[in-house]
């Protein structure tokens, strides 16, 4: 079964800009979370989707946004780029069943860079 | 007093030396624990759970401990390999009527020499 896919895997942008970022889950997995890492602040949830609707958000600006499809993709959006927004986006995604806690599976990461 | 088991930022070990990592964590209410393995370029990678109402669980030459009452987890890798080294996290999974998010630890380096 294939694993957790991000594209791209390297994004150089500059200030002000927005940028798209995608991920296809695990085939199955209904739901799809987002992360940011950084060196400073560590691994932070951005946000968590299931069937099209976000269920979970971080706490990160309105700048940060997101959206799934009907097949479980799902982008994230980040407009007005800035500097601290250089970051590695991680996606993960899980059957989101019943229970406390399903799983989650980690992509490879997006690493975007804003100069 | 009781040792909590400080957070280093690196450790490293040589070869077949048992490792052990610690974090803390921050919710007291939290009652699933989750440790992570992120090698270079990838994602984080499941390693071994341990829910609350237990302080003790084993897999395959790994072992996490939890500490409820000082909100401690370790995990013990035994007989470690150079394959090891990484970074590790700990995560708790914080609930509230949205849904389930982890929250992660800082993480650690391990570095295993041979």
């Known amino acids: 079964k294939a694993g957790v896919t991000q594209t791209p895997r390297y994004l150089i942008k500059t200030r002000g800009q927005q940028v798209t970022l995608s991920c296809s889950p695990i085939s199955g997995h209904r739901s799809v979370s987002w992360y940011q890492q950084t060196p400073g602040q560590g691994l932070q949830f951005l946000f968590e989707?299931?069937?099209?609707?976000?269920?979970n958000k971080g706490n990160f600006p309105g700048r940060f946004s997101g959206r799934q499809f009907s097949n479980s993709r799902s982008e994230m959006n980040v407009s007005t780029l800035e500097l601290g927004d250089s970051a590695l986006y991680l996606c993960a995604s899980s059957l989101a069943g019943k229970g406390p806690y399903n799983e989650q599976f980690f992509g490879p990461g997006t690493r975007l860079t804003v100069l | 007093g009781e040792s909590v088991g400080l957070h280093l930022p690196t450790l490293s070990v040589q070869e077949g030396d048992n490792s052990i990592i610690n974090c803390a964590y921050s919710n007291s209410a939290s009652d699933y624990f989750i440790w992570y393995k992120q090698e270079s370029g990838k994602g984080p990678q499941f390693i071994i759970d341990i829910r609350s109402n237990m302080d003790k669980r084993q897999g395959q030459r790994v072992t996490v401990l939890l500490n409820k009452t000082v909100k401690h987890l370790s995990l013990q890798i035994a007989a470690t390999q150079p394959g090891d080294s990484a970074v590790y996290f700990c995560a708790e999974i914080a609930t509230n009527q949205a849904g389930t998010a982890l929250i992660f630890g800082k993480g650690t380096t391990l570095s295993v020499s041979s």
């Open positions: 989707y299931f069937s099209e609707t976000q269920r």
